[in-house]
């Protein structure tokens, strides 16, 4: 296994996943005692697998497009993050309360990565089949790191407030530097 696509991978994953981190922290808070807090964690596990799914699938039907056309798909994540960057401009402070139960939990996981899907789609259609396992497998290992650091988090208020409070500046120039490396062909 390569070990500059399992950092790549582990990069990726944590800058596309940033914003997780905060909502993981919200879930932990609200939640009491050990099976609120499994709930949460199988939400969580459930949803970033709809999201490696649909990525997989977009992956490999981009397998179908000519040679040198995958790394264009870079476009997609600096649009994403200019996107990203424009609502985080136009964003109200007042966030909804995230819902309860796995099934609420993983919908809300989600729909909050979709924008995940437009950068994991190109850099694994880059990349070859143990690539692919290489991401894949790196991505649920930093589901679960990530869980454990929301709950940390859930248990800090004042480094919640600071990711609440710059999480929305890294999360879109990370998408427009993820994209230039995938159009360069870095992934």
């Given at each position: ?22 909502l ?16 949460v ?34 476009v997609?994540?600096?649009l ?7 609502q ?15 099934v ?18 190109p ?11 290489g ?6 290992a ?12 859930a248990?800090?208020?004042g480094?919640?407030?600071?990711l ?14 993820l ?9």
């Amino acid at each position: 296994m390569d070990v500059g696509l399992l950092w790549r991978a582990a990069a990726m994953f944590a800058v596309t996943n940033a914003d997780d981190l905060v909502l993981l922290a919200v879930f932990f808070g609200q939640v009491a005692g050990r099976r609120g807090e499994l709930k949460v964690v199988a939400g969580q596990f459930l949803g970033f697998a709809a999201i490696l799914a649909v990525s997989v699938a977009g992956a490999l039907g981009a397998g179908l497009l000519p040679d040198g056309a995958v790394r264009w798909l870079g476009v997609l994540p600096i649009l994403l993050g200019l996107r990203a960057a424009w609502q985080a401009w136009q964003q109200d402070d007042d966030e909804p309360a995230p819902a309860a139960g796995v099934v609420g939990i993983a919908t809300v996981c989600f729909a909050n990565g979709g924008d995940n899907v437009g950068v994991y789609v190109p850099a694994f259609a880059a990349t070859g089949p143990a690539g692919l396992v290489g991401y894949v497998a790196v991505f649920l290992a930093g589901v679960a790191v990530w869980c454990l650091a929301g709950r940390f988090l859930a248990t800090r208020p004042g480094v919640a407030r600071v990711l609440a409070r710059w999480g929305h500046v890294l999360l879109p120039a990370a998408l427009i530097a993820l994209g230039v490396l995938i159009l360069i062909g870095a992934f």
